[in-house]
């Protein structure tokens, strides 16, 4: 089944064009990476995909329902971004609830929810500290906590490993990839890094220039480039 559906996108800003003419499917419970070098137009695409971006031309689909028209708050999507952007004067259990208060949930379903989500990101002994008391790694635990607190259906995810040190990211990196099978979620993942893509995609789309070369699994892509540029950006074998 299709979750998204992005339909000859393009995105203009002013006279330059950001993103031109996407097309893509992607596949509910999905782990889609959209990979290309800066500038190309990753986060762009996403922001459209949350309806943060409104698309020059072009329709959105999440579920065959159009929702290029509807508003980021309505679309059921979880955020997580590159700088993490905690809220510095709250301490975690408040940042992971925030948007369970927003949506004036009860206080024991927050409580619940909450505990439910530091849990399985193994952050519930931080929740009474403040973001400047974790580290690197801690903060953005805290950050894809806050994102799947409201149980999104489709998790955005722009660079959120590229601030951690290596070992760090490997860790995280398969924390998520786990989390994201365990709950189902369509995840759309943003990265200039091949072998983050590689590593954790189920399917790559590559993009240059705003436009999307080639999409296929990580073996497709990598043995099987379709353009010199993916080939050279994969470091594909010869
Ligand atoms: P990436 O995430 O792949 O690094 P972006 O999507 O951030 O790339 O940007 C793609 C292109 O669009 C870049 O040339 C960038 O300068 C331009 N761009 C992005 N956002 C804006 C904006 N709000 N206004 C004008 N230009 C923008
Ligand atoms: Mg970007």
């Known amino acids: ?16 064009t950001a993103l031109d003419n996407i097309t893509l499917e992607i596949e509910d419970k999905e782990f889609m990476a959209l990979l290309g070098p800066s500038g190309s137009g990753k986060s762009t695409l996403l922001y459209t995909i949350a ?23 309505d679309r059921n999507v979880g955020l997580v971004f590159q700088n993490w952007a905690l809220y510095p004067h709250m301490k975690v259990f408040k940042n992971i609830a925030f948007p369970l208060e927003l949506k004036k949930a ?3 379903e927050i409580e619940k929810k909450v505990k439910e989500v530091a ?58 990839k786990r989390l994201q099978k365990e709950l189902g979620i369509t995840a759309v993942y943003v990265t200039h890094d091949q072998a983050e893509a590689l590593a954790m995609a189920d399917r790559i789309a590559i993009i240059r220039e705003g436009k999307i070369l080639q999409v296929g699994e990580p073996d497709e892509v990598y043995y099987k480039p379709m353009y010199k540029f993916v080939a050279g950006f994969l470091g594909s074998p010869p």
């Open 51 to 73: 309806g943060i971006y409104k698309p020059t031309t072009g329709r959105i689909y999440f579920d065959g329902r159009d929702v290029t028209e509807v508003p980021p708050k």
């Open 119 to 176: 849990k399985m990101l193994h952050i519930d002994h931080l929740l009474d500290r403040y973001p400047w008391q974790l580290s690197g790694g801690q903060q953005q635990r805290v950050a894809i906590a806050r994102a799947l607190v409201k149980e999104p259906d489709v998790l955005l995810l722009d660079e959120p490993l590229s601030n951690l040190d290596a070992l760090l990211r490997l860790e995280v990196r398969a924390e998520l």
């Open 1 to 16: 089944m299709v979750k998204i559906t992005l339909d000859r996108i393009t995105k203009k800003f002013g006279n330059f």
């Open 106 to 108: 009860p206080r024991e």
